[in-house]
């Protein structure tokens, strides 16, 4: 059985930092796709970060509004992804997910609130 499991939101205030981990079991993450996604009241689900699978070299990936602010990371041992996020904005609040997939094959965790409010 597959699992994706988000930990690491909640509440920070902007300047702040938080670091979402998404602990996987049942697949090997290095060979998939990884991402992580969020969603805002009244907004489509929007990518945020992905990182390639280990064979296409882990390739990274950023929506331009977290470019510089925000690390996707990936630990093959563990098989856990990471989403370091650093000088957050309150238009980062949203529910995050992590994502995995391959060509027909999509997995969702369960998301986790992130909340950017003084």
């Known amino acids: 059985q597959v699992q994706l499991v988000e930990s690491g939101g909640g509440l920070v205030e902007p300047g702040g930092s938080l670091r979402l981990s998404c602990a996987v079991s049942?697949?090997?993450?290095?060979?998939?796709?990884m991402a992580w996604y969020r969603q805002a009241p009244g907004n489509e689900r929007e990518l945020v970060a992905s990182?390639?699978?280990?064979?296409?070299?882990?390739?990274?990936n950023y929506v331009d509004s977290v470019k510089g602010r925000f690390t996707i990371s990936r630990d093959n041992v563990e098989n856990t992804v990471y989403l370091q996020m650093n000088h957050l904005k309150p238009e980062d609040t949203a529910v995050y997910y992590c994502?995995?997939?391959?060509?027909?094959?999509?997995?969702w965790g369960q998301g986790t609130q992130v909340t950017v409010s003084s």
């Open positions: 994502n995995a997939q391959r060509p027909g094959i999509f997995y």
């Open positions: 049942g697949i090997f993450a290095s060979i998939y796709q």
């Open positions: 990182v390639a699978s280990r064979r296409s070299d882990s390739t990274t």
